[in-house]
């Protein structure tokens, strides 16, 4: 039995990986020990150089200060490889995990202490697996959370590697450095130097690359992994981890990437790769005896001489209206939806579409939110239409023919079907009473998705709802993304689990779908054929800004396909942020984010208000602006009718060039 080390609390998250990965693959090999060497450059560090590394040494006291006052999300998404003739590699299984992260918890326990995993040898567990609850023994209700269905816990445990890079001896005694090269990361300048332990006899300490940028000394990027140096401790799993400005003068971690290769592979093929993404930095940090807050009314405008008698339908509906905004409300606090922002607006008008195209009404306009968590959902509650971060980036297949677009109204349409059909949001949450529990039970108390007869009823009216000739190519195109998924479903049941609404798949056995029947409108899969994209990788569209929870479109580069290999649907890839300094809102709706972000803070410490010297306001994700939406038309107009004229959405998907 190979020993596995405790995470050390000298990084951040590469404990909980590479454990997570052992338990997907037992023993996993890796390749030779990485030991200490007196290799940095000889070059000595300029004046102007050592006084970067001081300052971004006690910038990285100050953000370990401000992640050990918050308790945000932590995603993980592991997909584990194997060769392919044809693909090189694809997935062969995968793992998610979702926990609230106390990290004043977590912060501060001995970072090299070992400890032994021991085999559980249960059934179902192959020879060389280990036990969950062995594996992240210390890791308390986080760990203890993960075979439940909802995978939402808090965590009490030790795994914080891969955020910080040493979050109790980050400094000039334990480590040495070397100047690299000057280098922008996205529009941050920044200085490049590799780092390593200061001495060969440690074990544990940080041994890699990162990148300082100049203004306030901060570290905006790490990457490397953990040295070892004893023959009976495997060496840790690499990672490449990023920060983004999030308030004036703030970074905090965001997102990660971590792979490993191979070594029987003759083809350099990676044996599993993953990913990290934490946001909700401004989630009320958990109370020891509730997590029930009085929520103080302002802003409330008063229409009271604008006030007509209600009808006993108009009643049932305002009954259906109030359990929805109750819900969706609450589901906001836990940090599981998006907030309000321009691609939504866009979404809401894609669905005005469908309505227009169909000649269809309905009593109050459609709205769309984002979920943003990866597995590949979508729901709705009462009016609201939901769809989770990682179903948008899959179908955001660029083309000249409205690829992207087409695979939405699909998505969209199907909850829509729901909506019409009167398959409604269950109105005991309407008593807000049933609301007020922790965040870590909000999946355990809200289950949103449909029955079987509903979904089933659903899928033949959307159906009917695609006929319209201008959204008749709908139907192929998600048929084709569908095709793509029936292809891979078997290696990836984590990423087609729900955590809340309805998967795409009606029999995870068989591989067959709600909307099967659009897989014969499509073309027929062809992986050769490079002028077909039937599903993009994860994260091709969406990122996010930790700081409010808002979702913002990339805007990429077109890359041609160049062979099959390029195609990666559904898989893991690494991480590249176009890191931008901090600017306040700019928009309505970016200072409407920032404004929901700072009521979502419960008492803010003195980090706070170091940090939040513009009011709580907060930059789009990563610095970029979020592209202006064209007017949603998929409201209600005013004579309060859900009807809706046509336009064409933007989603802003970059279109290959003609050949």
């Known amino acids: 039995m190979t020993n596995l080390r405790k995470p050390c609390i000298a990084g951040l998250l590469a404990g909980m990986l590479a454990v997570s990965a052992t338990q997907a693959h037992a023993a996993i ?46 995603e993980t998404y ?16 995968d793992q998610h995990f979702l926990g609230r992260v106390d990290f004043g918890k977590v912060i501060g326990d001995n970072p090299y202490e070992k400890s032994a995993v021991k085999h559980t040898g249960t059934a179902g567990e192959k020879k060389g697996f280990m036990s969950k609850l062995n594996v992240f ?14 995978h939402l816990e808090f965590s009490e445990a030790g795994f914080v590697q891969m955020l910080l890079i040493d979050s109790k001896d980050f400094n000039r005694t334990q480590y040495k450095f070397g100047f690299v090269r000057n280098d922008f990361v996205g529009s941050v ?35 490397g992994s953990f040295a070892g140096t004893e023959k009976d401790i495997r060496e840790y799993y690499h990672f490449d981890s990023w920060r983004t400005n999030v308030q004036p003068g703030l970074w905090l971690p965001t997102s990660s990437y971590m792979e490993e290769s191979d070594p029987k592979s003759e083809e350099n ?35 009271s001489n604008d006030a ?32 309000p922002s321009d691609f939504d607006k866009i979404l809401e008008q894609i669905a005005g579409n469908i309505l227009a195209y169909n000649n269809i009404q309905t009593a109050r306009p459609i709205r769309v939110r984002t979920l943003l968590t990866e597995p590949l959902e979508s729901l709705a509650i009462g009016n609201t239409i939901v769809l989770s971060k990682s179903l948008i980036d899959t179908t955001a297949v660029p083309g000249d023919k409205n690829e992207q677009v087409n695979n939405l109204y699909a998505v969209i349409a199907f909850q829509l079907a729901h909506i019409i059909q009167g398959h409604r949001l269950d109105t005991k949450y309407a008593f807000n009473d049933r609301l007020l529990f922790p965040d870590t039970a909000a999946f355990a108390r809200i289950p949103m998705h449909h029955t079987d007869r509903d979904n089933e009823e659903a899928a033949k009216k959307t159906v009917e709802l695609l006929q319209p000739k201008e959204l008749q190519d709908a139907a192929g195109q998600f048929g084709l993304y569908l095709a793509q998924m029936q292809a891979r479903y078997k290696s990836l049941t984590a990423l087609n689990e729900p955590m809340l609404g309805d998967s795409l798949l009606k029999d995870a056995k068989t591989g067959t779908f709600w909307l099967q029947g659009l897989v014969s409108k499509g073309q027929k899969l062809n992986m050769n054929d490079l002028k077909q994209n039937a599903a993009m990788p994860l994260g091709s569209f969406l990122r996010f800004d930790p700081w409010t929870d808002q979702v913002v479109q990339m805007h990429s580069t077109y890359e041609p396909l160049l062979s099959s290999r390029d195609k990666m649907p559904f898989e893991v890839t690494p991480v590249y942020l176009k890191l931008a300094y901090y600017k306040a809102p700019t928009t309505a709706v970016d200072q409407a984010a920032a404004n929901a972000a700072a009521q979502n803070a419960a008492g803010s410490t003195a980090a706070d208000v170091a940090s939040q010297s513009a009011n709580g306001q907060a930059a789009p994700a990563n610095g970029t602006a979020a592209p202006a939406a064209q007017p949603s038309n998929g409201t209600a107009p005013a004579d309060g009718t859900g009807t809706a004229q046509p336009t064409a959405p933007a989603t802003g998907t970059s279109n290959p060039p003609q050949k």
């Open 29 to 74: 090999p890796l390749l030779g020990k990485k030991k200490p060497k007196d290799d940095l450059p000889a070059r000595k560090l300029t004046p102007a150089q050592n006084a970067l590394i001081d300052k971004a040494i006690a910038r990285e006291a100050e953000v370990v200060k401000v992640v050990r006052d918050r308790a945000p999300l932590v």
């Open 78 to 93: 592991i997909q584990n490889m194997k060769p392919d003739p044809a693909l090189l590699q694809v997935p062969v299984s």
């Open 137 to 150: 023994k210390g890791s308390g209700s986080y760990i203890g959370g993960l075979n439940r269905s909802l």
């Open 189 to 223: 300048r920044t200085a490049v130097f590799d780092v390593e332990p200061a001495t060969n006899h440690t074990r544990g300490r940080f041994f890699g690359r990162i990148w300082i940028e100049p203004q306030g000394g901060n570290i905006v990027r790490f990457n």
């Open 269 to 303: 093929t990676v044996k599993f790769k993953a990913v990290n993404h934490i946001w909700g930095y401004v989630l009320k940090v958990p109370q020891n005896t509730s997590d029930n807050v009085d929520v103080e009314v302002a802003g409330a405008t008063d229409v």
């Open 308 to 339: 007509q008698d209600v009808s006993p339908l108009g009643a049932q509906r305002a009954w259906v209206q109030q359990a929805e905004d109750n819900v969706i409300e609450r589901l906001f606090q836990a940090g599981l939806l998006d907030a």
